[in-house]
């Protein structure tokens, strides 16, 4: 892509709402909501979003600005419980579910119909225990469009794994500089000699399957075939690490008994949110000490973000540049095409012919 792409407000500004404004949105994963009353907040380039699960266990994506004055009932990258939102302005309350519980002072607005008020809902959808959520309230269910990845991913067993660790840092780059950087394994031996070469080595071929514009598959040879304790993988998922895709910037990779998740979130043209967590087999927990596997994974993912962090602000630098030009791609970066043109298509199409399923 040309460096203008990284740098223009007019594309940022296009992707807010044609893409962001539209597309489905890794925010979290289960383990994250999984008390009744819970609650992670996020802004998505711009738009602050609120997710969360009510006292019945009902998901909701909710935009937190109070109807009253616009307040914002959360702050953005927080996370917890509690049973309802109490704007800090004029103290109007909302319960998890977005309806209007309290607000003092209104009996005497004639106009103003208490039942009528509410905060706006988004589409939200649990696949396989990540939840995500899109903008647009009236967007074709996700889980259809995964059907392939979900078959692939039968022998990983999703919905018995549990989030050992979890992240969520800012870094200092456009978000598709981010989203490039995942869809290619060739900076593995720039980036990552140490962690990652050894097992997934920068060199090997990629394998790119792309199912829709929102969903891809790349298969990535491990060096050596892993060993499985837990689950019943074939030789040849035991052979390759599975990175899965969701257009604009979710990722998961099946590597083995361990998936890491990513999510890639604009906050601003030149900040990325970085959301992600590392999940392992439920039964792979019980009996060991859970705080020492816990800072081990953490730790583990933290060395590999800090590699890729510390890359990344670089190439945010580069791009800046007057000098910096278009390059071009080696064959070992398919994904990386096939993310561009899931780009395009979703910068390109009209608001009239956004079709409801694809
Ligand atoms: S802005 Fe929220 S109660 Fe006034
Ligand atoms: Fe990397």
Known sequence: MPPRAFTSPELYELERT?????????????????????YVSVDVAGEQVVVTRDADGVLHGLSPICRHR??????????????????RYHLWRYGLDGRLIGATHMRKNPDFDPARCRLPAFAV???HGFVYVNLDATAAPLTPQLARISADLTNYRLDDMAQLGSWSEEWACNWKVAVENAHENYHVMGFHPETLQPSTPGGSDTDVRVDSPWALRLLIPFAQPVETYALPLTAEEKAHMYGFFVFPGASLAAAGEMIIWLSLIPQTIDRTLVRGGILVPRAALEGGDLDEMRRQA??????????????LEAVQRGVGSRFAGRGHLSPKEPGVVAFYQSLARALLRGDDDWPGGL
């Open 70 to 87: 616009m307040m914002p009932l959360v702050e953005p990258g927080t996370a917890g419980t509690a049973e309802s939102f109490t704007c």
């Open 298 to 311: 953490e730790s583990y993912a933290g060395m590999i973000n800090r590699e890729d962090r510390d890359g």
């Open 125 to 127: 959808e649990e696949w």
């Open 18 to 38: 044609r893409v962001f404004g539209r597309s489905w949105v890794l925010i979290a994963h289960r383990d994250d909501l999984a008390e009744p009353n819970s």
